[in-house]
């Protein structure tokens, strides 16, 4: 059975900065690429970033674009999201998705195969 658990959400200023995790179990980590979706109150969810199977190659929203980070440890089985300098428009529940294919514009486009619970990041002003 697959797992995908993220952690690291939390509240913060505007102009702070957090680092998300999701750590995933159940199956080989290193053969797909991942992502970070958000769903903000009212809203459809949306993408915010994505990492090829190897880490090569990256792939973000243009809203996150210089802001946000996404990096990925295949021996750990984890990938992070560093968000920084935070907008109360940033405001959701973050979501990780483990992708279906291994490119991060599969992910991207919605080749996902599992989700995790998500977890939220609220941005004070």
């Known amino acids: 059975q697959v797992q995908v658990v993220e952690s690291g959400g939390g509240l913060v200023q505007a102009g702070g900065s957090l680092r998300l995790s999701c750590a995933t179990s159940g199956r080989t980590f290193g053969l797909y690429a991942m992502g970070w979706f958000r769903q903000a109150p009212g809203k459809e969810r949306e993408f915010v970033a994505a990492?090829?199977?190897?880490?090569?190659?990256?792939y973000y929203a243009d809203s996150v674009k210089g802001l946000f980070t996404i990096s990925r440890d295949n021996a750990k089985n984890t990938v992070d999201l560093q968000v920084n300098s935070l907008r109360p428009a940033h405001a959701a529940v973050y979501y990780c998705?483990?992708?279906?294919?291994?490119?991060?514009?599969?992910?991207?486009?919605?080749?996902?195969?599992?989700w995790g619970k998500g977890t939220l990041v609220t941005v004070s002003s």
């Open positions: 990492i090829s199977w190897n880490g090569g190659s990256t």
């Open positions: 998705a483990a992708g279906r294919a291994v490119t991060a514009q599969a992910v991207s486009g919605g080749q996902v195969a599992y």
